[in-house]
Every structure is written in structure tokens, then in C-alpha cells.
């Protein structure tokens, strides 16, 4: 495989890559690290193939992808999120999810997909050995509706538990041949951009910065006693993401998680900082971001949609809900709280549009599959 990348309208400042062989031990794939890259630039990319040196080239793809602007710069910028989604569920049988055309219609300068992308332990097949996971990813990806929005729109993919295995996946807790930390590798290493560190801090412009954090990679056993050793995000993670939220000076934060921290939750379930089992970890963020200032959650892995937010406190958290209907469930629409200030069981997404025309606001939409405006928040 070849790589050429250029700014948009520049093909001829085009820069090319060496051939490179795929790997054959990570299911025939190759990553690229690209450096030196223009803040606020769309790129355009296009990678050809060939079966042997020397031959012609056999296949290609082309795509395209946004930078964010300098942190100086005032830019408008919206965003989609998603959670909970596979083939199975999928609301087109041919062409794939809904969400993803409807999401395009937005013309969003990134996408975070957190995770649930697919799930290794529903059947046709149940995933339980790293061959079965591997198909099950090229299924899911080779899907029209995914491919078409991929290759136009900067995408994060976070993890959730069944991306690794198992439903509330911890170490130990394997799923067939494929261990947890096996599982962890498939997705960190080979399947998604690899990186050291599976945390990150993005700016995009004056006015608005994301915190990506990892819910599955530096957890201990879900089975343990709570207190201050018991974490989901561990400690390396949580120094980081304090450091870091204090150190920025952009008008609103935007904290991702792949799952819930406020809620509420179901009370059966036991693997997120919304349930009582950690409680000590989310007293500590909490904690945390209460003295913040515009510091906002955003959350997938329920399979319903929220706007929950803590009466007299600036804390306020955004359930992206699932990725179709038919995966939608979990929660009684007549069950709605006194922290409820939006309820939907149903499928969608959710948007997230910062603007400064003189004075910055920030808007959270959640929008059906089908792209329609089903409940709207502005700060």
C-alpha cells in the first residue's frame, strides 16, 4: 500500500509515502503516523494497492479529513456523537446504520463514536476467537453507510466493553479463546490509529476543547470492594485529565465517555461511575468538575437518551443514546427522574454546535435517525 495526502486544492504538493507491506499478524493492515500537518486544513487522501513490487496498482481508496483551528482562532465548529451500534441492529439491512447519512447532512468537522461500535458476544457469529472479531469488524466497516461517512469526516473511536469481548468487560473476564487484554490489543493495535497512550486532549479553536478518556484499558475487576483503590479510569488518567482541564483557557470543555458518570443507571448494572459499586471514583470527578466552569459530559454506552442535570449544581450530562431503534431499550420512557430534563428511549445521535457570532454559545441537539431535532439545550 501507498499513501498520498495533500491541502485541499494542492494536489500538486501531494506527499507520498514508500510502499509499504501490510501486516499479515494484524488482519493485513498498515497505519501511517502523519506529522507537521496545517492546523484548520482539509487534507485529501487517496491509498493505492497492489498485490506484488512492481506490479500495477489494483485497487485505491479515497477519503478526506479536517484539522482542528488554532486555539487562537474563533471558528464555529459542530460534532456528532454515537454509541451502541452493530450488523445485526443495523435499521438498513443493505446499506447499514441511518444515523450515518443523517449525520452527514450536518456537515460536522469531526465525529466520536464511543464505543459499542460492535458487539463480539451477540450471535451470527459469537466472536470467540480473534479470527470471528476480525470478521465481524470488516463486516460491520465494509457497510456503504459506514464507508461513505468515514472516508469524508474526522473520526475518534473510543472502546466500550462488547468491542472487547464481553458485556461489562474487566481483566480476567474473558470471552472464549480471547482474552481481555487480548481483546484490548485487537482494537488498540490493529484495528483503530494505535497510540502509547489511549487518552487525548483536543482543541479545536478559541472556543472549544474535548477530553477523550479510556474506560476499559486501566480499570481493575468490577467485583472489587469499593473505595479508592477500585477505578475505571485508574490514576495516571485522572492526574492527567485534572492537569489538563485546569491548564486550558477554552471557553467550554467537553468531557467524552464511553460510558455514564452522572446517570442514572439501571440498578443491576455495575461496571460505570454512575453505579453504586464506584461510587468513591465518581464522588472524586464529580468532585472535580463542579468547580469547573463550563465543563460539560457527554456519554454513550445506554441504550437510551438523556439530558440529566444535578439541581442547584453546574453539573449537566448528555446520553447520546443508541445508534438505531431497534438497539434503543434499557429504561421506561415513563420512568423520568427529578434529574431528567430530557428523556427519549430511541435511537440517534447527538450534536454538539459551538458558535461565536460576538458572544461564544454552545448547543447540544439530540436528533432521531433520521437526522430530526428531538430535543435542543443552549449555554
Given at each position: 500500500v501507498q499513501l498520498h495526502y495533500f491541502v485541499k486544492g494542492r494536489p500538486e504538493l501531494a506527499k507520498v509515502s514508500e510502499w509499504a507491506i501490510v501486516n499479515t499478524n494484524k488482519d493485513f493492515t498498515h497505519q501511517w503516523k502523519l506529522d507537521k500537518l496545517q492546523a484548520g486544513k482539509n487534507y485529501h487522501v487517496k491509498i493505492y494497492a497492489r498485490s506484488k513490487k512492481g506490479e500495477k496498482i489494483s485497487d485505491s481508496i479515497f477519503g478526506q479529513f479536517l484539522l482542528p483551528a488554532d486555539k487562537k482562532q474563533i471558528k464555529n465548529v459542530k460534532f456528532c456523537v454515537v454509541s451502541c451500534h452493530d450488523f445485526n441492529r443495523r435499521d438498513d439491512l443493505e446499506n447499514g446504520h441511518k444515523i450515518y447519512p443523517s449525520m452527514s447532512k450536518l456537515k460536522p468537522d469531526f465525529y466520536v463514536h464511543t464505543g459499542?461500535?460492535?458487539?463480539?458476544?451477540?450471535p451470527t457469529p459469537y466472536a470467540m476467537t480473534e479470527?470471528?472479531?476480525?470478521?465481524?469488524?470488516?463486516?460491520?466497516?465494509?457497510?456503504?453507510?459506514?464507508?461513505?461517512?468515514?472516508?469524508?469526516?474526522?473520526?475518534?473511536?473510543?472502546?466500550?466493553?462488547?468491542?472487547v469481548g464481553y458485556n461489562d468487560s474487566?481483566?480476567?473476564?474473558?470471552?472464549?479463546?480471547?482474552?481481555?487484554e487480548r481483546g484490548l490489543e485487537i482494537f488498540d493495535e490493529e484495528q483503530f490509529p494505535s497510540y502509547a497512550r489511549r487518552y487525548k486532549t483536543i482543541r479545536w479553536g478559541k472556543d472549544l476543547q474535548i477530553w477523550i478518556v479510556e474506560g476499559r484499558n486501566y480499570r481493575n475487576q468490577n467485583y472489587l470492594k469499593d473505595g479508592p483503590n477500585k477505578t475505571i479510569w485508574g490514576e495516571e488518567q485522572k492526574k492527567w485529565f485534572y492537569e489538563t482541564v485546569v491548564q486550558s483557557n477554552s471557553t467550554f470543555k467537553v468531557l467524552i465517555t464511553?460510558?455514564?458518570?452522572?446517570?442514572?443507571?439501571?440498578?443491576?448494572?455495575?461496571?460505570?461511575?454512575?453505579?453504586?459499586?464506584?461510587?468513591?471514583?465518581?464522588?472524586?470527578?464529580l468532585d472535580f468538575i463542579k468547580k469547573q466552569?463550563?465543563?460539560?459530559?457527554?456519554?454513550?454506552?445506554?441504550?437510551?437518551?438523556?439530558v440529566s442535570h444535578i439541581k442547584n449544581t453546574?453539573?449537566?450530562?448528555?446520553?447520546?443514546?443508541?445508534?438505531?431503534?431497534?438497539?434503543?431499550g434499557g429504561w421506561e420512557q415513563k420512568d423520568f427522574r427529578?434529574?431528567?430534563?430530557?428523556?427519549?428511549?430511541?435511537?440517534?445521535?447527538?450534536?454538539v454546535t459551538v458558535t461565536n457570532e460576538g458572544k461564544p454559545n454552545i448547543k447540544f441537539t439530540h436528533h432521531d435517525v433520521e437526522g430530526e431535532s428531538v430535543n435542543e439545550i443552549r449555554f
Open positions: 459499542d461500535i460492535e458487539y463480539m458476544d451477540k479470527e470471528l472479531m476480525r470478521f465481524k469488524w470488516n463486516r460491520l466497516f465494509a457497510l456503504p453507510f459506514q464507508r461513505s461517512f468515514y472516508n469524508r469526516h474526522t473520526s475518534y473511536f473510543m472502546k466500550d466493553d462488547h468491542d474487566y481483566p480476567g473476564k474473558n470471552y472464549g479463546t480471547v482474552t481481555f464511553s460510558s455514564p458518570i452522572l446517570g442514572p443507571d439501571r440498578k443491576n448494572k455495575n461496571d460505570n461511575l454512575s453505579n453504586s459499586g464506584y461510587s468513591y471514583e465518581q464522588a472524586e470527578i466552569k463550563n465543563l460539560f459530559i457527554v456519554n454513550g454506552d445506554r441504550h437510551w437518551q438523556y453546574n453539573l449537566w450530562e448528555f446520553g447520546c443514546g443508541a445508534g438505531a431503534d431497534v438497539h434503543a427529578p434529574e431528567h430534563k430530557f428523556l427519549r428511549v430511541k435511537g440517534g445521535f447527538l450534536s
